[in-house]
């Protein structure tokens, strides 16, 4: 079974934006590179916080890349994961 089969981060439960998104970006993709794509669609990251990711990464020419799509399903997923906080000040 490939990483993508059967996984949370399965393209099929992005949103029609990302899957879009998916489609016209490269197959694989650097740390740098999904990075700025993650940074541009979603949130902002370092390519840096991308290594403590449990990804699936090949290492090809020096460089780690990974799958876009499993790198944004992870994104995305990290993100609704995240909770939501009240900001402001309190009443006094």
């Not at 197959?27 to 840096?48: C, Q």
């Not at 699936?56 to 790198?71: D, F, M, S, Y």
Request: hydrophobic letters at 40%; charged letters at 20%.
């Amino acid at each position: 079974m490939s990483p993508s089969e059967g996984s949370p981060t399965a393209t099929t439960s992005l949103p029609p934006e990302l899957q879009e998104a998916i489609a016209t970006q490269p197959a694989n993709v650097d740390r740098k590179a999904g990075a700025a794509l993650i940074s541009r669609l979603l949130f902002p990251i370092s390519h840096r916080s991308l290594e403590a990711w449990h990804l699936p990464t090949r290492h090809v020419n020096g460089r780690a890349v990974v799958p876009t799509a499993i790198l944004l399903g992870e994104a995305y997923r990290r993100l609704q994961d995240a909770p939501v906080v009240m900001g402001g000040k309190k009443a006094a």
